[in-house]
């Protein structure tokens, strides 16, 4: 086999275990250079008036690449950070430094899918390796399955038959690496650490989880050395409680862990202690999350659009006021503040609060349910293009759900999972309630009686 000259593109794939495409690439090169490239369009405002990276984001993300540049350093290589577009970014270090081979994990986001398409036309003497390196199944394994006509149900169904087995961890090249590529990445914009850094919060609360594959190892070793897995399943629809869910989704959403590292964690798991419904739902919560990466990439751009799937859009609108209200946690519903202002704070919320506080900005404050999507990207630490925005369209009932939206009852969940007030005090969500509008259909100002 012919080795070459290698430069790997790291993105939501921030690890070196069982990461299918770098270990692709290395078997393949003789010298390599690794590269991350801060995407200048994640911190402008977009068409739903958010950034796509906000602080919590950043604070996580950038926690990562620390630990992914220790661990390179270790072994003798550096990780070079970029800012800028990332097209004109890799085309350039790869022009100026006769980078023969590119290699990167294969996407499921449409605009992440449109930027490497523009690679691949640019770099036409180049070769690419990619892999889909953050999924459970090949795509040889969902060829031929029209996830436009299935439903998760229909999906589920589908691949626990077999022979839809779970390809097993990959940690084939974990001995010695390529030579350093020696390259200058200062002409192109290297990312100023000092700039982000001013970006970041104040650590005004203790981050839910460090970022980082060491991290995200040591967590998931620790889930799996206790009793909760055997008891997720009565303890995964709490508002609150650090161990009452996985926590694994901050970590899958930038690649500090693979799903495929966690269906094998799991199934030791139940070797060991037992298979039960709580154990199943683990992984049937890792298939929802394949299911959507796969239905993304069948979307494409669809995912985004305000009708989604359905031939007519949803009844609702974009309301500024109300939609500003929602953000700040200052609506009429204790619980949706509570959620939200929870959210503001940590860069986290729970999965039953996004429901409800989805819910509530579709349902009752009646707004576009893209807005919320933006402003969630914008805000979770473990945000996901393909689970978060087919969530949402599943909430407003433009996904491929057969049984239309989710409108949830806010008072009904209050009363079952936060029954003693204790969450919503926590984050003084019952604080300075307001009405859901300053003024009337005539913009006549509304009664403060």
Known sequence: MSLYRSLFCFSTDLRLTDNLALSALISRSSDIAFVFVFDENSFKPNYFQ??????????????????????LNALGHKLHLCYGEPV?????????FNIEQVGYSQPVGWNERVSWQKLHTRLSETRF????????????????????????????????????????????????????????????????????????PHPE???????????????????FSQSSPSTYKATRNELDGFENSTKFSPFL?????????????????????????STYWIGFELLWREYFHWLTLTLGKHVFRFKGMKTTPPLTCFLPERFTKWCQGNTPFPLVNACMKQLNATGYMSNRGRQIVASCLVNELRVDWRYGAAYFEHQLIDYDVASNWCNWQYI????????????????????????????IQLW?????????????????????E
Not at 50 to 71: C, I, P, V, Y
Not at 89 to 94: C, E, L, P, S, Y
Not at 156 to 185: N, Y
């Open 129 to 200: 390796v990619s892999q889909w390196s953050n999924s459970l199944f090949s795509e040889e394994q969902i060829k031929g399955v029209d996830l436009t006509s299935f439903s998760f149900s229909q999906f589920r169904r589908h691949v626990e038959a077999k022979p839809f087995a779970v390809s097993k961890c990959c940690q084939t090249w974990l001995g010695d690496l390529p030579q350093p590529l020696m390259i200058d990445t200062q002409p192109f914009q290297q990312a100023d650490s000092d700039k982000l850094a001013r970006l970041l």
């Open 50 to 71: 958010q950034t796509s990276m906000g602080k919590h984001r950043l604070a996580f993300l950038l926690q990562s690449l620390e630990d992914l540049s220790g661990q």
């Open 253 to 277: 959403a930038i690649g500090n862990l693979s799903a495929r590292q966690i269906w094998a964690a799991l199934r030791q798991y139940e070797a060991i202690h037992g298979a039960n419904d």
């Open 396 to 423: 407003a009932g433009v996904g491929v759900d057969p049984r239309g939206g989710r409108h949830f009852n806010i008072a009904k969940q209050a009363q079952t999972y936060d029954p003693n007030n204790r969450f």
């Open 205 to 223: 609360t203790t981050p839910l989880v460090l970022g980082g594959e060491k991290s995200a190892q040591a967590h998931l070793l620790n889930y």
């Open 428 to 448: 003084q969500g019952d604080k300075d309630l307001c009405s859901l509008d300053s003024v009337d259909a005539a913009d006549w100002p509304m009664s403060a």
């Open 88 to 96: 004109k970014v890799i085309t350039d270090i790869v022009d100026a």
